[in-house]
Each structure stands twice: as C-alpha cells, then as structure tokens.
C-alpha cells in the first residue's frame, strides 16, 4: 500500500494535569502542555507526532503544517527542507527554550521530530512494519525505564492534596520510590535533584541505595553544584551510582568534574545538538548522552546520535520531559532498534493521569514496556480524549513551561538554583 503524499496536518495542543514536581529551575506548574500532530495524506492514512506547545512553538509548528501537503511520506529529506524554509520564513531559524531549562541551539530539529515522527508512523502503516522495524529492527522486545523520582509538595497550592503526597524527606522519596517499583516494575531509579542543598539530596540517595539494593541509580541536579561540590559528591556516591547527571552546568565545567572521578557523567543539558559534540568529545566532558528524539530532530537523527556515542566510546541513554503515549511509543520504537542504548530510558510517564491514545497499546511490565508490534508507531489516537485535553488547554490559561514563574507565586523571589551549592 502506498504511503502517499501529506493531504492535510493538523497541531492541536493539549494540556494535561501534572503534580508539582520541583527541580532546580522551580515547580511544575498544573498542567503540562503538548502539542498532538496529525499528518494526513492522499492515501487516506493519518500519522501521529508529539512535542511541547509553548507557544512560541507551536506558532513554528503551524507555519510546517501548512507548508508540508504533498509532500511524499517517504521523503525524510523533503521535510527537513520544508521545516528549514518554513522556519526561515517565519522565524529567521533562531533557537528555542523550554522552560528556563532547555535552551536549543537550532529550532529545526525540535520542529522537525514530530513530523519526521508522523511520517514514520505513515511508513509503517504502508509497509505493514512497526516504526522499530524501520529504524533497523528491534534488538530487544522490552525497553527498560527507569523510575523517576521527584521531590514535591503535597499539592498545587490551594489544591487538596494528590495521591503522591508529599516528597521531601529521604523516607518520603522511598515511599514514592517503593510505589513506582511496585506498580511498574522498575529496576534503575532516578532522583530529580537541584532542589535542596546537596548533603540532602545525597541522603536521599543513600536512603533509596539502602532500601533498594541491587537497583541503578542515578541523580540529576541539573546543574545545581559547582565544580567543586560535584567532585565531592562524585566521591562520597562512588560505588551508588551507575551515572551521575549534569552536576554542574557546561562542557567545560563537566569535564574539570571528570578529570576528578571515575563515575560516568551523563548529560541531557550540555549536549543537546549536534554542534556540542565535538568540543564535548574533545574534553572528555561526558561518558553517557541522553538522546531525546524531540530535541535531536527525530527518530532517524537520535539513531545517528547513537552512532556518533558508540564511535566514540561514550554510552547513551534517554532523557524525557512530561509527555504522553504517541511520545512513549515513539521512545519505545527508538530505543528498541538502538542497540548501543543499553540504560533504562527515563519517562515522566508514571505522573500523568490523562491520555490522547486508546488503552492497551502501551503498558508497563517488570520495568519495561513492550515494543509495539502493529504497523506504524502502534498506537491509536482517542479523538474524545483529544479534544477534552484540546478544552483543557483553552481554559488552563498556561500558554508556555513557566516553573519559575510558578515557583515565585508561592515564593517570591525565589531564583534557579542553577550552580548554587
Ligand atoms: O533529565 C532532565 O534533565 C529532565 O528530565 C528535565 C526535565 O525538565 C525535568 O527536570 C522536569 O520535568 O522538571
Ligand atoms: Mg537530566
């Protein structure tokens, strides 16, 4: 059956509720915003993709929508081309921010990935493949992820409290730890740190390395510590961690961290393009990147970034923001057919309570999920559900990820804690 060529592409973003989780630039605010692509074609085929809505993003998005009919969906090339004219058009192609955290260099990969995504999906469905399938083959069934733990507050403020409850002490991030293993299985466990000073932090981990010996586990202050503080942290959690996350903030700063320490540095904050790896490469700064098909242009460029670690000696694992399951499915496919992903992925997954996709497709099992093996991506859109969320976004009033922003309603003043400590 033929593909086609793009007919019609819809953007329509959503919103769905998210507790107040706290990380180093502030808090969650109630609901995270999603932008659900639809690329329709000739061929009466619809394919799915899944990015952040802010809204400076989604104005780029909408400005590919209307430039992509037809184009062949077999053309990867054409529609880096569309995306790269589109954005010259509209933008002047400068970069991108999510939420104070996540600062792109280049807006065209991070707009193109959920149309490269959909197109995929399109493929699939024509060949009557899974999307793994089209990134080479699955080397593994199951992909592992990892539990992902935050510290947070009881509830958004004047709100009840949710069914997490508070995290701040090290036995309260057990509890959330204990309930996340139960209930998905999970075997590496990631602290979201950055949040309080690090003789803290440092105790929660040893709480979790105590009550959950044999797991992995990771933290991840976002850059929170200064090169000093991270060197003593790398010492005192040697022999705890499998990998020690964007301790402290840069290429350069990461890498005076590595001269001091044999543990793995990972990163999703200073190599975040193409463009970062070669200086990073050059110092020695990381052992691990987290790939993030949203940030590095798609499924078919992560794989590239798999290729470029593994030539280089460094290991690669999967960074994610909050997220629904066209993006868990998408992850899934990707780090099936990525043999040199050897970490559990990390998924915001577990803290969502809403969904744009049909149950079934998608579930978590020992610690893993099952790489889909219908055509495509495997998952199917709920229009209901799409256009409850799509209501949801009109009246949250959110239009962009603002944590700090959130985070001073509560405390005034408050300022990221980026290489506070
Ligand atoms: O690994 C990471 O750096 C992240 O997952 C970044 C996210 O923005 C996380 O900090 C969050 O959701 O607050
Ligand atoms: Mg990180």
């Not at 007919?7 to 509720?17: D, E, K, L, M, Y």
């Not at 040697?238 to 990461?254: F, H, K, Q, R």
């Not at 193409?274 to 460029?301: E, I, M, N, T, Y």
């Not at 470029?308 to 992850?331: D, K, P, Q, R, V």
């Given at each position: 059956m033929s593909a086609g060529r793009v007919s019609r592409v819809t953007v329509t973003p959503v919103a769905f509720r998210d507790p107040p989780l706290l990380n180093v630039v502030g808090v969650h605010q109630p609901y995270v915003l999603r932008a659900i692509v639809q690329v329709h074609t000739d061929a009466g085929l619809v394919g799915l993709g899944e990015t952040y809505a802010d809204q400076a993003h989604l104005d780029r998005l909408e400005a590919v929508a209307a430039a992509l009919?037809?184009?062949?969906?077999?053309d990867l090339n054409g529609l880096r081309r569309v995306v790269e004219s589109a954005l010259g058009a509209s933008t002047g192609g400068a970069g991108a921010s999510f939420g104070g955290m996540l600062e792109v260099s280049s807006a065209v990969d991070t707009v193109a990935a959920p149309f490269e995504v959909a197109l995929l999906d399109l493929q699939g469905k024509a060949a009557g493949r899974p999307v793994s399938d089209l990134l080479?083959?699955?080397?593994?069934?199951r992909v592992p992820y990892s539990a992902y733990l935050f510290y947070k507050?009881?509830?958004?403020?004047?709100h009840d409290e949710d069914s997490?409850?508070?995290?701040?002490?090290p036995e309260q991030m057990v509890a959330q730890a204990r309930r996340m293993v139960e209930e998905y299985g999970f075997t590496a466990i990631k602290l979201k740190g950055g949040v309080f000073e690090p003789g803290h932090e440092i105790e929660t981990v040893e709480a979790l390395a105590s009550a959950f010996p044999g797991h992995a586990l990771r933290i991840d202050?976002?850059?929170?510590?200064t090169v000093q503080t991270s060197i003593d942290v790398a010492d005192r959690l040697a022999g705890v961690l499998e990998y020690l996350e964007d301790?402290?903030?840069?290429i350069d700063g990461m890498a005076e961290v590595a001269r001091h320490t044999d543990l793995p540095l990972a990163t999703n904050?200073?190599?975040?393009?193409?463009?970062?790896l070669k200086p990073a490469v050059a110092a020695d700064a990381v052992q691990v990147v987290l790939s993030d098909h949203h940030l590095w242009g798609g499924l078919r460029r992560s794989a590239l970034l798999g290729g470029i670690c593994e030539t280089f000696g460094m290991g690669l694992s999967m960074h994610s923001n909050s997220h629904l399951g066209i993006s868990l499915a998408a992850m899934t496919h990707l780090a099936a057919a990525t043999?040199?992903?050897t970490y559990a992925c990390d998924t915001?997954?577990?803290?969502?309570?809403?969904?744009?996709i049909r149950p079934g497709a998608l579930e978590f099992r020992d610690g893993g999920v099952a790489v889909p093996t219908?055509?495509?991506?495997g998952v199917e859109l709920d229009e209901d559900a799409l256009d409850a969320l799509h209501e949801q976004y009109l009246r949250c009033g959110q239009r962009g990820r603002e944590d700090t922003a959130y985070m001073r309603t509560v405390v005034p003043g408050f300022t990221p804690n980026t290489a506070r400590w």
């Amino acid at each position: 059956m033929s593909a086609g060529r793009v007919s019609r592409v819809t953007v329509t973003p959503v919103a769905f509720r998210d507790p107040p989780l706290l990380n180093v630039v502030g808090v969650h605010q109630p609901y995270v915003l999603r932008a659900i692509v639809q690329v329709h074609t000739d061929a009466g085929l619809v394919g799915l993709g899944e990015t952040y809505a802010d809204q400076a993003h989604l104005d780029r998005l909408e400005a590919v929508a209307a430039a992509l009919p037809g184009t062949d969906a077999f053309d990867l090339n054409g529609l880096r081309r569309v995306v790269e004219s589109a954005l010259g058009a509209s933008t002047g192609g400068a970069g991108a921010s999510f939420g104070g955290m996540l600062e792109v260099s280049s807006a065209v990969d991070t707009v193109a990935a959920p149309f490269e995504v959909a197109l995929l999906d399109l493929q699939g469905k024509a060949a009557g493949r899974p999307v793994s399938d089209l990134l080479g083959g699955a080397v593994r069934e199951r992909v592992p992820y990892s539990a992902y733990l935050f510290y947070k507050w009881a509830g958004h403020p004047g709100h009840d409290e949710d069914s997490w409850g508070e995290g701040v002490t090290p036995e309260q991030m057990v509890a959330q730890a204990r309930r996340m293993v139960e209930e998905y299985g999970f075997t590496a466990i990631k602290l979201k740190g950055g949040v309080f000073e690090p003789g803290h932090e440092i105790e929660t981990v040893e709480a979790l390395a105590s009550a959950f010996p044999g797991h992995a586990l990771r933290i991840d202050p976002n850059g929170a510590w200064t090169v000093q503080t991270s060197i003593d942290v790398a010492d005192r959690l040697a022999g705890v961690l499998e990998y020690l996350e964007d301790p402290t903030p840069g290429i350069d700063g990461m890498a005076e961290v590595a001269r001091h320490t044999d543990l793995p540095l990972a990163t999703n904050m200073c190599v975040i393009s193409f463009d970062h790896l070669k200086p990073a490469v050059a110092a020695d700064a990381v052992q691990v990147v987290l790939s993030d098909h949203h940030l590095w242009g798609g499924l078919r460029r992560s794989a590239l970034l798999g290729g470029i670690c593994e030539t280089f000696g460094m290991g690669l694992s999967m960074h994610s923001n909050s997220h629904l399951g066209i993006s868990l499915a998408a992850m899934t496919h990707l780090a099936a057919a990525t043999p040199n992903l050897t970490y559990a992925c990390d998924t915001h997954y577990p803290w969502k309570s809403e969904e744009v996709i049909r149950p079934g497709a998608l579930e978590f099992r020992d610690g893993g999920v099952a790489v889909p093996t219908a055509p495509g991506l495997g998952v199917e859109l709920d229009e209901d559900a799409l256009d409850a969320l799509h209501e949801q976004y009109l009246r949250c009033g959110q239009r962009g990820r603002e944590d700090t922003a959130y985070m001073r309603t509560v405390v005034p003043g408050f300022t990221p804690n980026t290489a506070r400590w």
